[in-house]
């Protein structure tokens, strides 16, 4: 993703928010803080919320308007705190922050991402103004998020949508392989050592079946397996290594 994204305040309320914003912006690599008719000055407690943000808070563009915030803008994607998905009602039809994700990824230009103030959100004029609307998906009976959590959760599913190639973010979580193989050698070494240490007969499959399931379930590497059967190898070493002599 090659687009420019400015993160735009309109009529913040709280100077506090504007420097967690600015700090959640630079987490994710926003370009520019845009600062719609702000209703409080940017004071110390902006300045100590921004922490690594700070640059973004002090280089901050005020304007009068969301239209003129929208001017340099090549999309503007409005946040709603309301969603009737894809009913008619277009005013507030929108798409997930994974899904505008997808939807940024290949375009070039400028992406203006415009948050509503803390006390109401985007107005109707303003909602109408935006090319595309974002809903997080929260409990119905609150759906409304913190300024700087909302903002966060969007960023990142923009950020996300970079990529795993992109050099400037930090690695994601490793993704594991399945190894059904590894997986089954377990289960059958582990069948084994039961029936060498006189693990009743008739409980044997329950117990290797919930094996099966809580392995299923945790998904565990090549590496991981490697080690456990490694344990069991162990096991079984000592249990011969204890044997009585002549026994069977």
């Known amino acids: ?6 993160i735009v305040l309109v009529r913040p309320k709280e100077d506090g928010n504007v420097g967690a914003v600015a700090r959640v912006a630079r987490n994710f690599g ?4 845009v600062l719609v008719a702000p209703r ?3 004071g110390a407690e902006a300045r100590r919320r921004a922490m690594g943000g700070l640059p973004l808070l002090r280089s901050a563009i005020t304007v009068s308007s969301l239209k003129k915030a929208a001017e340099e803008a090549d ?6 705190d309301l969603s009737w998905g894809r009913s008619t009602a277009y005013l507030r039809r929108s ?16 992406v203006s991402v415009a948050f509503g103030p803390e006390d109401n959100g985007l107005g109707r004029d303003e909602l109408f103004l935006c090319d595309l609307l974002v809903h997080i998906p929260a409990r119905r009976e609150f759906p409304t998020l913190n300024l700087s959590h909302a903002a ?8 996300r949508a970079r990529g795993p190639a992109d050099p400037e973010t930090t690695p994601a979580p490793e993704e594991l392989a399945l190894n059904g193989r590894e997986k089954e050698l377990f289960l059958a070494r582990l069948g084994e050592l039961l029936e060498r240490t006189g693990y009743p007969a008739h409980k044997r499959r329950g117990l290797i079946l919930l094996f099966r399931r809580v392995l299923g379930r945790s998904t565990p590497s090549e590496a991981e397996f490697r080690m456990m059967l490694g344990l069991l190898k162990s096991l079984g070493r000592e249990l011969k290594r204890r044997k009585p ?3 069977r």
């Open 75 to 80: 999309l503007l994607v409005g946040t709603t």
């Open 30 to 33: 926003a370009d520019r803080l």
């Open 40 to 42: 409080a000055p940017l």
């Open 1 to 6: 993703m090659t687009a420019r994204i400015d």
């Open 95 to 110: 798409v997930s922050p994974e899904r505008l994700g997808e939807i940024v990824r290949p375009l070039e230009g400028r």
């Open 152 to 159: 966060a959760i969007v960023l990142y599913g923009l950020h």
């Open 245 to 247: 002599h002549g026994s």
